[in-house]
């Protein structure tokens, strides 16, 4: 399975390149980045050839790609992969428009192609134990979810409007609502949300509370700001309080974790162990790519998780919750 990273714009690129090159059945062919210097640098860093030509790329012997670009490009990076009958593994949120979304979903159908949604919080350890629990019913029937996204700021084009598609809102609401959806095996029907610029001197929203309603009639709340300081020991977390009939379930995604105290850094750091949750994501990729068969998350799943975002975003607008489809 040869395969393409296609732009180094999002830094999961680095890690989803990793992935590729550990894996004993897939082979990180080729580098394509806007940027030539980055890419450059990263084909060096990898051992495989740089591309500066997205058509060439496309056009060459490689069976599958995964894009990591900023958020607006995605659309039209996947409808050409498509379109060239190359599987797709597509960095979260899948695209910054409603539109967008379905165009590429509907260009790698129309293909025959694969098309898969980065979530590789799926494949974190305690994620999968949660799953695992909730379909034995260990809690009953869920009533509520009370969720959370923190993290750093991460800057450069993420702060961008017309790159990203919004800020803290559009990055970290849909990797929980994607775990809602993937936990209940149910859709959002409502979303209200408060949206706001408190920390950062950027143009793009930095916080924000959603509440979300789902079908059957549970309800989830979630903070997913951009609210961690520099200094704070790790990047962010995904939390969840899940309360059911029978019980409840706390849930830390990213609880593997040892402290470091470095005196060259002068700071406190959480240093991850445990399994991999992007090599667990890339090898699924590459499984579903080389049967040509469904992937575990699909395009679909990503327009849904991208739609909650936009949803709180049009309730923020108007200060009114959104209902799904009306």
């Known amino acids: 399975m040869r395969i393409a990273i296609l732009s180094l714009a999002h830094f999961h690129g680095y890690s989803y390149a990793a992935a590729v090159a550990k894996h004993p059945a897939a082979e990180l062919a080729l580098i394509w980045d806007e940027d030539a210097a980055r890419g ?6 990898f051992g495989c050839a740089f591309e500066p030509d997205l058509d060439r790329t496309l056009a060459a012997h490689i069976d ?30 899948i695209a910054t428009t409603l539109a967008d979304a379905q ?11 694969q098309f898969m949604t980065a979530f590789p919080c799926r494949y974190a ?31 450069g084009w993420f702060a961008d409007p017309g790159m990203a598609g919004g800020g803290a809102v559009m990055d970290h609401t849909v990797h929980v609502a994607d775990l809602i959806r993937w ?15 408190r920390f950062h001197d950027i143009r793009v929203d930095d916080c924000g509370m959603l509440t979300m309603e789902l079908e059957g009639g549970a309800f989830a709340t979630l903070d997913p700001s951009w609210s961690r300081p520099a200094a704070y020991p790790t990047w962010g977390d995904v939390t969840m309080e ?9 849930l830390d995604a990213f609880s593997q974790n040892l402290s470091l105290y ?12 445990g399994s991999d949750m ?35 975003y049009e309730s923020a607008r108007t200060g009114a919750p959104v209902i799904r489809g009306a």
Request: charge should be neutral; aromatic fraction near 4%; charged fraction near 20%.
């Open 40 to 45: 450059g640098a990263a084909a060096q860093q």
């Open 64 to 93: 599958a790609v995964i894009i990591t670009s900023a958020n607006v490009h995605h659309k039209e990076i996947a409808v050409k992969a498509a379109r060239a009958g190359k599987h797709i593994l597509c960095e979260k949120p």
């Open 103 to 113: 165009a590429m979903v509907a260009a790698a159908r129309a293909a025959g192609v």
């Open 125 to 155: 350890p305690p994620v999968l134990r949660v799953k695992q629990a909730l379909e034995q019913g260990a809690i009953g029937e869920i009533l509520a979810i009370k969720g959370t996204n923190h993290g750093r700021m991460p800057g």
């Open 183 to 197: 936990f209940l095996g149910k859709e959002f029907t409502s979303v209200y949300a408060e949206v706001a610029n």
């Open 242 to 250: 899940i309360v059911g009939t029978k019980g409840t379930i706390s």
């Open 262 to 273: 470095n005196n060259d850094d002068r700071v406190a750091a959480w240093v991850p162990y």
């Open 278 to 312: 992007d090599e667990g994501l890339v090898n699924d990729f590459i499984a579903a790519a080389a049967a040509n068969a469904r992937p575990p998350i699909t395009g679909e799943d990503g327009l849904r998780a991208m739609e909650v975002a936009l949803m709180a």
